[in-house]
């Protein structure tokens, strides 16, 4: 049934582990650690030291700065598809209540018909019955 494909649509989206915030922050730290003590002890003079240094630190900002928009773009890419299952879900759900209320609706037209007849066959036996 569709109704489970949705199911374990959102059920694998949620389940898929999205923070990795901390792995990220640790290598991040990591790479800053080892290019300040790289720079520190390489033989030159403290401006080219300090020009490195300031290099290094706004490469890895602008590497964070990637990685954050990538992350951002994947959590609303995900947010649209799931918007989408949820509008997709919802019209089906609405077109099926709707099939239901006609058929409903149908069985008691039916049923209305059947009960006239009744009526009318019952109306045309006590008829018979007292004119004989």
């Known amino acids: 049934m ?18 990795s915030t901390l792995p990220v922050v640790a290598l991040l730290a990591g790479l800053a650690i080892g290019a300040v003590i790289g720079v520190l002890f390489a033989p030159e003079k403290g401006v080219n030291t300090r020009t490195k240094i300031s290099d290094k630190a706004k490469d890895l900002s602008d ?14 890419s995900e947010a649209d598809q799931l918007a989408d299952l949820k509008d ?9 209540s709707k099939e239901v209320l006609n058929a409903a609706g149908d069985i008691v037209d039916q049923l209305k018909s059947k009960a006239k007849d009744l009526e009318s066959d019952a109306k045309v036996t006590v008829e018979k019955v007292l004119n004989s």
Not at 6 to 17: D, I, V
Not at 63 to 76: E, G, I
């Open 2 to 19: 569709k109704y489970n494909n949705y199911r374990n649509a959102l059920s694998s989206l949620t389940a898929q582990k999205t923070d």
């Open 63 to 76: 590497t964070a700065k990637d990685k954050l928009h990538q992350v951002k773009s994947k959590v609303l």
């Open 88 to 96: 997709e879900a919802l019209d089906k759900a609405k077109t099926k």
